[in-house]
């Protein structure tokens, strides 16, 4: 009856007089660098595509007549690709001559920062990415006026006795600080739902992979 993948670890994982061995570290080598040089694909890529969009909706923005939320939108992404690029450099440096077990653990400590990182950060730009859009939609032009100011004195002509604080209803502001709170609050969760929906089932094939390598390892150990 032919030994389960287990058995063989057990038997001989990183053992020079194992003929098996070699080939299986061999094998999750090539596994782990599959993994992270995919999971380095996907990251510039994002990256890329975040330098792009911005600066095609700064342009598109200006001739939309919504420059505010253009620049303030061009401004976040900066600052998200000025945060996430040195990240990027480190990957990039993560050596890949160590044995898988070594090449996954480093990978594994750099997404848990790089996780960190942006989690703080989200904290900051989706409610700021929620007042440029906000506050450049209330200031785009119509070519009769502010849309805001056309908004504010709609809601006038139904609701004359409404409070306004600088032109904009106290009720709105209200709920703006009210959603700015909320997504202050849970600003990370948002990031990792999305960070899940990028990266998700690159980073679920890496956990599978460090789990199977540490599960054998204690086997050997054992």
Do not use: C
Request: without cysteine.
């Amino acid at each position: 009856m032919e030994k389960s993948i287990e058995e063989i670890w057990k038997d001989g994982f990183l053992k020079s007089d194992a003929l098996i061995a070699p080939k299986i570290n061999k094998l999750y080598s090539q596994k782990s660098i599959h993994i992270i040089d995919k999971f380095k694909r996907m990251f510039r890529k994002n990256l890329i595509a975040i330098a792009v969009g911005s600066l095609s909706f700064l342009i598109v923005s200006y001739f939309l007549h919504i420059a505010v939320m253009g620049v303030l939108f061009f401004i976040m992404m900066m600052a998200l690709l000025f945060i996430n690029i040195p990240l990027l450099r480190e990957l990039e440096n993560i050596d890949k001559g160590q044995n898988s077990y070594d090449y996954l653990k480093t990978f594994s400590h750099w997404i848990q920062k790089q996780i960190a990182v942006n989690k703080r950060f989200a904290t900051f730009m989706y409610p700021i990415l929620f007042v440029a859009i906000v506050v450049g939609a209330w200031y785009s032009d119509t070519g009769n006026g502010y849309l805001g100011e056309r908004i504010a004195s709609g809601i006038l002509v139904v609701f004359p006795d409404t409070y306004l604080v600088f032109g904009v209803p106290l009720f709105a502001i209200v709920i703006g600080l009210i959603i700015i709170a909320l997504l202050i609050i849970f600003g990370g969760r948002i990031y990792m739902w999305d960070l899940n929906v990028i990266y998700g089932r690159v980073l679920k094939k890496l956990d599978e992979l460090l789990e199977d390598i540490e599960k054998i390892r204690s086997q050997d150990t054992a």
